[in-house]
């Protein structure tokens, strides 16, 4: 399966299929200097493919985790780049989750004021969410993602057979963002996994997750209006994911309960029920508020949050801090669950 997704300067490929990371050289221009992003999470069989597709492959491999999402590991891409005499017609290749497309996306665009750059997402979660729109970014000061650049790949490419290696808590946080974006923009694919739809059947689980997000980003490449409805989850995830033990498909699951309603909230919780993902978290709303006030979408007069009142469909609402602080308590006093 084979689209592609429209920046303002160029339109880069997108290829789901199976074995294809056999056939990267077949999308990617390798025949360069290739720094080879990874971390002690992937199998080392998969940087070792991608390496063998390279006229002149260097290999660096990260440790796995959120933490590695640094200045320091940011430092240490570009210094490694420096020291293979890297130039501007190499390139950067992620082969990992979102964290490892995060940090070599911002090393690509940071070095030498930008070099090509290739995404290869080995999770669910990274596969239909971070692989493309072109964020890059690291954790600076305690904040997620608070400093980094637009900058698209030139290609991604997902081989659903690296799904296999997964555990199923990881797999069930790709069903999270997959939940998340039906939710928000499109009830016939949520209907869709809710009649069973799963990582079972990986090529059309990602494209219609893609194919969301792909309209989304094309629409708002640099999230000025419609993009930031994508944030559905992560308002509150974000804070949950700072001050718990849950990963990060898993924070979402449960930040998406404090802004859906109605009818729209028990089938969503329903189902994340059903792929085993928390609908409650026991951070306590006073830690929650004091991380929320320092994330990147916090505003001097609120906190813009995305709700769901209706699958499919989504709305964009400021809310005051006062009226933050009611969700969160309120939310808590429930139990916070569904």
């Not at 992003?37 to 069989?45: I, K, R, Y």
């Amino acid at each position: 399966m084979k689209f592609s997704v429209k920046t303002r300067d160029f339109t880069y490929p997108i290829v789901v299929e199976q074995g294809a990371l056999e056939r990267l050289d077949g999308v990617c221009d390798l025949e360069r200097r290739v720094l080879v992003v990874t971390d002690d999470g992937v199998p080392e069989a998969y940087a070792e493919r991608v390496a063998a597709q390279c006229r002149e492959p260097v290999v660096v491999r990260l440790p796995q985790g959120e933490a590695t999402k640094t200045l320091e590991s940011w430092a240490r891409l570009l210094q490694t780049l420096l020291d293979h005499h890297f130039d501007r017609k190499d390139c950067v290749v992620a082969v990992g989750g979102g964290v490892m497309g995060d940090l070599a996306g911002f090393a690509a665009a940071s070095y030498m004021r930008g070099v090509d750059f290739y995404n290869v997402p080995t999770t669910l979660l990274s596969q239909v969410d971070s692989s493309i729109g072109g964020k890059t970014a690291v954790d600076f000061g305690g904040v997620k993602n608070s400093v980094g650049a637009f900058y698209p790949p030139r290609a991604v490419v997902i081989d659903p057979q690296t799904l296999k290696t997964l555990d199923a808590r990881q797999v069930a946080c790709g069903m999270a963002e997959t939940i998340k974006m039906a939710a928000a923009f499109d009830a016939d694919f949520f209907t869709a996994i809710e009649a069973g739809l799963s990582a079972d059947d990986a090529e059309a689980l990602i494209a219609g997750a893609l194919r969301i997000k792909r309209a989304v980003v094309e629409a708002d490449e640099t999230e000025k209006g419609l993009r930031r409805a994508l944030n559905f989850g992560h308002t509150v995830g974000h804070a949950i994911e700072a001050n718990s033990a849950l990963l990060h498909g898993e924070s979402i699951a449960a930040g998406m309960l404090y802004f859906a309603s109605g009818e729209a909230r028990e089938r969503i919780a329903a189902l994340l029920r059903r792929e085993k993902l928390p609908t409650e978290t026991d951070v306590a709303p006073k830690r929650l508020m004091e991380t929320l006030l320092h994330d990147k979408k916090a505003e001097a007069d609120g906190v813009v949050v995305v709700r769901v009142d209706e699958i499919g469909t989504h709305r964009l609402e400021k809310l005051s801090q006062e009226a933050l602080w009611d969700v969160l308590t309120q939310h808590a006093s429930k139990g916070g669950r569904s």
